[in-house]
């Protein structure tokens, strides 16, 4: 029981009013206050709360982005996290890049690391796209506690309660998971400035995705607006998706 | 029974001599802590006031049995120079003493924090900036992409009555004339100053506020500390409490900017205003609209007087016309706080100006991104006080360099930086400093000041503002400019004086009328709150409201009683307002902190000067992007 690996997202913080650019190819990021997604900030406490009940002994912290979401991995050093991993994309590739591509860098650096857990937020506040941690799973095909509000290690076994649309449901899966974290799982620590000062010795490694062998994510192409209902079974005949 | 009264109450006793309720009396005596209630005697009918004022530095903890065996010891580190507040004045003189250190090849500590989330997002300023001081700091400030990209191309100037606009000639030699300055959006500048900083080794620490001054035993500055983190909205300690850290320096130096809240303490602490008038202020507001191409001239400077302002009130407006790009333009108004009618709304001065021909002319078709407000200094020299004392300094709009007539004090405010750190310099770097106190005493800061053109500029224009305060109030004003400054320059032998306090000038609601200011239409003009959303200001919600009031029955029984509760009008956040009471008859004051965009004008223009506005938790607060 060694590793955990934590993803954290630098998102537009959520106090912010979002300006459409004038071109409409994205919302206006620069110089715009950024901060970590609010769920990764609840699965980076998770992860520290149980490297301090000594459950696991490193807690790794990773995003993907341009240089800046470096700020991002130091605070979740700074909460606790042991080590960090950027795994840069910038630019044009930063934009296009999507759940399914995380996932695999993802998937790729928990076989790397050797982690025993994957914790990540369940959604990120800018896309809401909650499929991360799912795909995440799937890829490596371990089992899954997504939208956890309470984790309990036991033995080999994860004991989560989920909140589903029903209430709560509780599950037992075995290790190496994949968990996300939900609103109430707990309340993240402040990062302080003594941290935040013994941060900055921590190390952060750096790498490519082509470095774990992610491709360049596809270019996405244009959708199609359809008239009826009839209209999209028949398109989607067509192409062979049914 | 004579029953020691807690000073939560006193200020009641004065105003209802009805008896209070003994029980909740004996209740707040016996904890030793504050009551979430507070109840008035018979005559009120019981009328319970929810508490508004929590704060630990009203209610300190060592007397809260909520904070017992609470872990209260700090980290502490050491530095060299510590700086409070990453404006322009900080960051200059951070850069400054690490230029001196890496030219003289010593090695120096600089710390500097900043409570915004990021350097610059508290930053608001017109801003036409006179490159002076930044010629002097960085002589290739262009090669470095310094973000100066709008040279004045144009610089207008009108009296405006209700309909229309008399233009006024822009003399050269008059102190508002912008030829060689550059029209700036500061919170990129103050930005890309931070990233110079840091490039040189400056260790800069945004989201961490510089909450409490330290002191050594000798009485001198020993450093600061940071701000505790995890206290509740009701003054207790959350699970996760943690608190601040202490960073000890040689000398340390404040930057806060207008009105500073660590300086407010200093000022008392070093008697540093003894020898000067009290500082007046005023507020400004700021958009940033894109507008119409069309309407878009790229470096054309419009300020305008009068209406909608009366002739006895100081105030006006501005207009930038930027070029970066987009058809963007910064356009704001200001307004002197030593206004006297208590139902004067700054905020909707600013956004009735906004449907003048001339200005809704250049606005119609555009959009507004971006609102923000704060206050700025208007004393000029008059108002200097002492700037250094045993272990500090004051530097920047702190102790308020702006240069009011020209409206500019981005430039002075770095020099004082520069001046700051060439004299720290070699005292700080010395084997031995030969000081009388742990902290140092560095008096050949205000000495170079003093020999500075800051001083000189200061002096020229000291008697402009002054001279708003005659009987033509305005026209006045603008005929003492053009004879005196136009031809004398400033040399003329007196001295004028201001009016005192700007929060001692409002005059009783009954004597003033209220004026009548017209609906926002959502196309120029806009309500105060979704103003308040675009300056993307937010708070931690659970904690001690920060604008904290040392009596919290002053509000309804002063300023509301009195002054018609100009707190409500004044604020250009919308945190101070006045709601009925859930129970029975009453209003009680309801203070919405998350709203407050740091802009201070409350603490300035208090007429009961009852609110005390400390520094919340650190990254709270506006989230300005280049205003």
Not at chain 1, 186 to 214: E, F, H, Q, S
Not at chain 1, 221 to 242: F, Q, R
Not at chain 2, 115 to 131: F, N
Not at chain 2, 250 to 278: D, I, S, W
Request: charged residues 25%.
């Amino acid at each position: 029981m060694s590793r955990v690996l934590v993803g954290v997202k630098r998102v537009i913080d959520y106090a912010v009013k979002i300006r459409v650019k004038p071109d409409h190819s994205g919302v206006v990021t620069d110089g715009v206050k950024h901060s970590m997604n609010p769920f990764c900030e609840i699965a980076v406490e998770e992860a520290v709360k149980l490297k301090e009940k000594k459950f696991i002994k490193e807690v790794v912290a990773v995003s993907c982005g341009p240089t800046q979401v470096t700020e991002t991995i130091r605070t979740a050093l700074a909460m606790g996290c042991d080590r960090g991993i950027h795994v840069e994309v910038s630019g044009k590739d930063y934009e296009a890049m999507g759940p399914l591509q995380i996932s695999k860098i993802f998937a790729a650096l928990a076989k790397k690391e050797e982690a025993s857990l994957v914790i990540l937020g369940k959604q990120a506040i800018d896309d809401d796209c909650n499929q991360t941690g799912q795909m995440t799973a799937a890829l490596l095909d371990w089992p899954q506690g997504t939208f956890a509000s309470e984790v309990t290690i036991d033995g080999e076994k994860v004991k989560v309660v989920r909140e589903i649309d029903g209430g709560l449901e509780t599950i037992k899966i075995s290790m190496p998971a994949v968990l996300t974290a939900d609103l109430r799982l707990n309340t993240p620590r402040y990062a302080t400035l003594p941290n935040i000062m013994k941060a900055k010795k921590k190390k952060i490694a750096n790498m490519k995705p082509a470095d774990l062998g992610v491709d360049e994510p596809p270019t996405r192409l244009a959708g199609v607006k359809v008239e009826t209902v009839d209209d999209l079974v028949a398109k989607l005949k067509a192409n062979g998706t049914i | 029974t004579v029953c020691t009264v807690p000073s939560a109450l006193t200020g009641s006793a004065l105003f209802f001599a009805a008896q209070r309720c003994i029980r909740a009396l004996k209740t707040v005596q016996a904890e030793h802590a504050p009551s979430q209630h507070y109840t008035w005697g018979r005559n009120c009918s019981s009328a319970v006031m929810p508490r508004i004022t929590s704060h630990y530095t009203i209610f300190p903890r060592d007397k809260d049995p909520r904070w017992e065996g609470v872990e209260m010891e700090r980290f502490a580190d050491e530095a060299d120079v510590v700086i409070v507040g990453g404006g322009p004045a900080g960051l200059s003189a951070a850069i400054r003493l690490k230029q001196l250190a890496k030219e003289q090849e010593k090695e120096l500590r600089v710390c500097l924090v900043e409570k915004a989330s990021q350097i610059g997002a508290h930053t608001l300023s017109g801003a036409c900036l006179e490159p002076s001081a930044l010629n002097e700091l960085f002589p290739d400030w262009k090669e470095r992409g310094a973000p100066l990209n709008t040279p004045v191309t144009e610089d207008l100037f009108s009296i405006l009555t209700e309909k229309y606009r008399i233009p006024v000639p822009m003399l050269p030699g008059l102190p508002m004339n912008n030829h060689g300055n550059y029209i700036v959006r500061l919170g990129h500048f103050v930005h890309w100053l931070g990233e110079q900083a840091e490039e040189l080794g400056v260790e800069i620490y945004p989201g961490y506020a510089a909450a409490e001054v330290l002191f050594h035993e000798d009485g001198s500055v020993k450093g600061i500390a940071t701000n505790d983190v995890g206290i509740a909205k009701d003054g207790s300690p959350k699970d996760v409490f943690e608190r601040g850290m202490e960073l000890h320096a040689k000398v340390t130096l404040f930057g806060e900017g207008c009105h500073g809240h660590l300086a407010k303490q200093l000022y008392r602490q070093f008697n540093l205003r003894e020898n000067c008038e009290p500082q007046t202020y005023a507020i400004g507001l700021k958009e940033l609209w894109v507008i119409d191409e069309k309407k878009w001239r790229p470096g054309r400077v419009e300020h305008s007087v009068g209406w909608p302002l009366n002739r006895n009130t100081y105030g006006g407006s501005f207009l930038y016309h930027l070029n970066e790009g987009e058809p963007l333009v910064a356009l704001g108004f200001v307004v002197g706080l030593d206004y006297t009618n208590p139902y004067l709304s700054p905020f909707r001065e600013f956004q009735r100006w906004k449907h003048h021909p001339f200005v809704a002319k250049t606005l119609e078709g555009g959009d507004r991104i971006a609102y923000g407000a704060r206050a700025l200094n208007e004393g000029g020299y008059q108002c200097l006080p002492k700037v250094t004392f045993p272990g500090g300094m004051l530097i920047g709009c702190s102790p308020g360099f702006m240069n009011v007539p020209k409206i500019k004090g981005t430039h002075t405010a770095m020099k004082s930086g520069m001046l700051a750190a060439e004299a720290i310099f070699p005292k700080v770097t010395a084997e031995d400093p030969a000081s009388e106190t742990a902290g140092l005493h560095i008096p050949e800061y205000e000495d170079n000041l003093k020999k500075s053109w800051i001083w000189k500029e200061l002096y020229a224009v000291r008697n402009i503002r002054p001279s708003f305060h005659n009987y033509f109030g305005l026209y006045g004003g603008m005929i003492y400019t053009g004879v005196f400054y136009w031809i004398l320059r400033g040399k003329e032998p007196w001295t004028l004086k201001h009016a005192g306090l700007d929060s001692a000038q409002l005059k009783p609601a009954k004597e003033c009328t209220p004026i009548e200011y017209p609906k926002p239409d959502g196309k120029l003009s806009f309500d105060l709150l979704s103003s308040v959303a675009l300056s993307g200001t937010n708070h931690e919600g659970d904690q001690p409201p920060h604008l904290t009031l040392k009596d919290d029955s002053i509000p309804v029984a002063n300023n509301l009683a009195i002054y018609d509760g100009p707190e409500q009008r004044f604020c250009p956040a919308g945190v101070y307002e006045y709601v009925p009471l859930e129970t029975g008859e009453g209003m009680r004051l309801q203070i919405n902190a998350q709203n407050c965009v740091h802009c201070k004008t409350c603490d300035i223009k208090d007429p009961s000067q009852n609110i005390n506005w400390v520094v919340p938790e650190g990254s709270g607060g506006p989230a300005y992007n280049g205003l």
